[in-house]
């Protein structure tokens, strides 16, 4: 009886161990991820901005910084501004399409859907530290 009670508590362990995970804890991490990026969205806009305001006054700029070459910098300033305008509009894109309501899916499948938009989100993620970064270290050379 001994035997026959072990091998039923390892097995009723061995099915819980093997089980999909909930598809609510992969939904909260996910959110939770985005949280987190939405922390970094306001350095990207405020790049943006800075960006935007030198682009409008580059007459003021070339009198700041008299060696530099205004149309030269134009160029880079644009394309700096076009990533980080890439950037967000790939977060608002995935935001857009984010569905946390999962109605009628399976836990596995629900599960799955919120796994791939980890892996989504991720990348936007990753996207938007360089792009900050990447401007910063722009954006650092015509501090005062």
Not at 39 to 44: A, F, I, K, R, S
Request: hydrophobic share 40%; glycine share 2%; net charge neutral.
């Amino acid at each position: 009886m001994k035997l026959f009670l072990a091998v039923l508590v390892l097995a009723t362990g061995a099915v819980a161990c093997t089980q999909t995970p909930n598809y609510k804890s992969e939904r909260d991490e996910v959110m939770k991820f985005h949280d987190v990026v939405m922390e970094d969205h306001g350095l990207l806009v405020n790049n943006q901005m800075r960006l935007d305001s030198m682009l409008k006054e580059m007459p003021a700029l070339k009198t700041r910084f008299p060696s530099t070459d205004t149309l030269k910098e134009k160029v880079v300033m644009k394309a700096t501004l076009d990533r980080l305008n890439v950037a967000e509009e790939l977060m608002n894109d995935w935001m857009h399409k984010f569905e946390p309501d999962v109605t009628g899916k399976s836990n596995e499948d629900a599960t799955k859907y919120f796994k791939a938009e980890r892996i989504k989100i991720g990348k936007i993620d990753s996207l938007y530290k360089a792009e900050i970064q990447s401007s910063d270290a722009y954006l650092k050379q015509f501090k005062k």
